[in-house]
């Protein structure tokens, strides 16, 4: 155990305690508890805003997972990874000022919050509160298991006590201090990725003799490993394709991404967060994903590739500054699991409790639930994280298709569309949650696509079909929210 590195980040975790207790006094002294734990009062400027959702976005998948493929894979993992380039920028850009806009009129807190006054339909928000449940629980894990990996890797302790250490550390902070301490976290974070890939990456390059020399011994080890197609051959374009949907475009879908886009200050705050969240994002994409490549030179024969990023952090850098860019990782990771935790703590919570079960809790109630269910969830995810994976990106990316093809077309449609309805959204929810796992479980590479395209068309057509068919139905219903928030 190295104390050199393990000190760093033992002072990463303290300072993220400490911004959840300051935040915390704040909140006991809030006259909206929801709107503060959740949403962080909607006060969030350009930095923070492309940060927070830089960091939110930017997972273990990212930092441990990802590299760990393209470990595995080689350059064309890297080509595809590039992909997210434009995530943020979607995001903004399609929900934008109109969704937050719209959020303000209805005084949606939730993405769940917005589908229940776009179609006053109960089974909508139940639906919908359940997607997000099953698939958080997914990605929630998949961060979990990249902790734990972070932590066993750098202290040499059991993956469990690793998996334990780490969810007490970030269940204090979210919990006492909720979406305000999040997203302040998150800014911190991000400036850390951002360093941490720089430091990485260069330190890899220096310890395999040049990029011209790692990229001679890969083609010497296996000429697959600098085409787009992988190691294996298994990056078809056609599959290269698809996950424009599933890392591009679908994210738009994605309730701890969306929920962003209801939360900053003003349209000054929104366009300075495209630019900054656009560049940060390539940058640390394109940065840990060729570290990861370029350390099968420097590490070969990694029996866990999803050990590579730490691994290699320990190999090529002194020990001090070795803890410092693990804090890169960790704050990833931690970013991550502390938006995941409040999204679905907020789905049992503002969107089944207080809606349907006891509208008229007092703050004080509200409060005690709110902090008791993240606490519940998060202990829960520490069970179902203690049996990983080989490779945690797959808990991960099933879970971003399952809650793409439940959300992309209610929330997209639901804005843009005046007949869009209950009956649209419903379908969508059901035919892509259910096709999606159908398909991932008995027919995952579906036509040479990844397994998230088809449902996500078949979500689309349903929402159109059922619309159409129940207009004269949710008529009157319609007209009422066309001029009350679409206008």
């Given at each position: 155990?190295?104390?050199?590195?393990?000190?760093?980040?033992?002072?990463?975790?303290?300072?993220?305690?400490?911004?959840?207790?300051?935040?915390?006094?704040?909140?006991?002294?809030?006259?909206?508890?929801?709107?503060?734990?959740?949403?962080?009062?909607?006060?969030?400027?350009?930095?923070?805003?492309?940060?927070?959702?830089?960091?939110?976005?930017?997972?273990?998948?990212?930092?441990?997972?990802?590299?760990?493929?393209?470990?595995?894979?080689?350059?064309?993992?890297?080509?595809?990874?590039?992909?997210?380039?434009?995530?943020?920028?979607?995001?903004?850009?399609?929900?934008?000022?109109?969704?937050?806009?719209?959020?303000?009129?209805?005084?949606?807190?939730?993405?769940?919050?917005?589908?229940?006054?776009?179609?006053?339909?109960?089974?909508?928000?139940?639906?919908?509160?359940?997607?997000?449940?099953?698939?958080?629980?997914?990605?929630?894990?998949?961060?979990?298991?990249?902790?734990?990996?972070?932590?066993?890797?750098?202290?040499?302790?059991?993956?469990?006590?690793?998996?334990?250490?780490?969810?007490?550390?970030?269940?204090?902070?979210?919990?006492?201090?909720?979406?305000?301490?999040?997203?302040?976290?998150?800014?911190?974070?991000?400036?850390?990725?951002?360093?941490?890939?720089?430091?990485?990456?260069?330190?890899?390059?220096?310890?395999?003799?040049?990029?011209?020399?790692?990229?001679?011994?890969?083609?010497?080890?296996?000429?697959?490993?600098?085409?787009?197609?992988?190691?294996?051959?298994?990056?078809?374009?056609?599959?290269?394709?698809?996950?424009?949907?599933?890392?591009?475009?679908?994210?738009?879908?994605?309730?701890?991404?969306?929920?962003?886009?209801?939360?900053?200050?003003?349209?000054?705050?929104?366009?300075?967060?495209?630019?900054?969240?656009?560049?940060?994002?390539?940058?640390?994409?394109?940065?840990?994903?060729?570290?990861?490549?370029?350390?099968?030179?420097?590490?070969?024969?990694?029996?866990?590739?999803?050990?590579?990023?730490?691994?290699?952090?320990?190999?090529?850098?002194?020990?001090?500054l070795a803890g410092i860019v693990l804090a890169a990782p960790m704050a990833?990771?931690?970013?991550?699991?502390d938006s995941l935790l409040l999204i679905v703590s907020s789905s049992i919570?503002?969107?089944?409790?207080?809606?349907?079960?006891?509208?008229?809790?007092?703050?004080?109630?509200?409060?005690?639930?709110?902090?008791?269910?993240?606490?519940?969830?998060?202990?829960?995810?520490?069970?179902?994280?203690?049996?990983?994976?080989?490779?945690?990106?797959?808990?991960?990316?099933?879970?971003?298709?399952?809650?793409?093809?439940?959300?992309?077309?209610?929330?997209?449609?639901?804005?843009?569309?005046?007949?869009?309805?209950?009956?649209?959204?419903?379908?969508?929810?059901?035919?892509?949650?259910?096709?999606?796992?159908?398909i991932t479980i008995f027919y995952p590479d579906v036509f040479g696509m990844?397994?998230?395209?088809?449902?996500?068309?078949?979500?689309?057509?349903?929402?159109?079909?059922?619309?159409?068919?129940?207009?004269?139905?949710?008529?009157?219903?319609?007209?009422?929210?066309?001029?009350?928030?679409?206008?």
């Open positions: 155990m190295n104390l050199q590195v393990i000190i760093p980040l033992l002072i990463f975790l303290l300072v993220m305690f400490f911004i959840g207790v300051a935040v915390s006094r704040r909140l006991s002294n809030s006259s909206s508890f929801v709107q503060d734990y959740f949403l962080g009062g909607r006060e969030l400027g350009g930095l923070l805003l492309a940060m927070t959702m830089v960091a939110t976005y930017g997972s273990a998948s990212s930092f441990i997972g990802g590299p760990g493929i393209a470990y595995h894979t080689g350059l064309g993992w890297v080509l595809l990874a590039m992909i997210q380039v434009v995530t943020g920028y979607f995001v903004l850009t399609i929900l934008g000022k109109k969704f937050a806009i719209i959020a303000r009129k209805m005084n949606a807190i939730t993405l769940i919050d917005f589908l229940k006054e776009r179609y006053g339909s109960k089974l909508v928000v139940l639906l919908s509160a359940l997607s997000v449940i099953i698939f958080l629980f997914s990605a929630m894990a998949a961060q979990w298991v990249g902790g734990a990996r972070l932590i066993e890797s750098v202290t040499g302790l059991s993956y469990t006590s690793a998996l334990f250490i780490f969810a007490a550390s970030v269940l204090v902070y979210v919990i006492i201090g909720g979406f305000r301490a999040v997203a302040i976290t998150d800014g911190m974070q991000g400036i850390i990725m951002v360093l941490g890939t720089i430091v990485i990456l260069a330190g890899t390059i220096v310890a395999g003799g040049g990029i011209p020399a790692i990229m001679g011994e890969l083609i010497e080890e296996n000429p697959n490993l600098i085409t787009p197609f992988g190691a294996d051959g298994s990056l078809t374009p056609l599959y290269v394709s698809s996950f424009w949907i599933l890392v591009g475009v679908g994210v738009v879908g994605l309730p701890q991404v969306a929920v962003r886009a209801m939360s900053y200050k003003n349209s000054k705050a929104m366009h300075a967060a495209l630019i900054i969240g656009t560049i940060v994002v390539g940058f640390i994409m394109l940065g840990m994903h060729l570290a990861g490549v370029f350390g099968r030179v420097v590490l070969p024969g990694l029996d866990t590739p999803d050990s590579v990023m730490p691994l290699l952090a320990l190999h090529v850098l002194p020990p001090w990833a990771i931690m970013s991550t699991v919570v503002k969107d089944v409790y207080i809606n349907y079960i006891k509208p008229e809790a007092s703050e004080k109630r509200i409060r005690r639930i709110s902090i008791g269910v993240t606490a519940i969830v998060g202990i829960t995810v520490f069970f179902l994280a203690i049996n990983p994976p080989e490779f945690l990106i797959t808990l991960n990316l099933f879970a971003f298709g399952g809650l793409e093809a439940a959300f992309i077309w209610p929330v997209v449609l639901g804005l843009y569309w005046k007949h869009g309805n209950a009956d649209g959204a419903l379908a969508s929810i059901i035919i892509g949650v259910i096709s999606y796992i159908a990844h397994s998230v395209v088809l449902p996500v068309t078949l979500s689309l057509c349903g929402y159109i079909l059922f619309s159409i068919l129940g207009r004269h139905r949710h008529n009157h219903r319609q007209k009422e929210i066309i001029n009350k928030y679409l206008v």
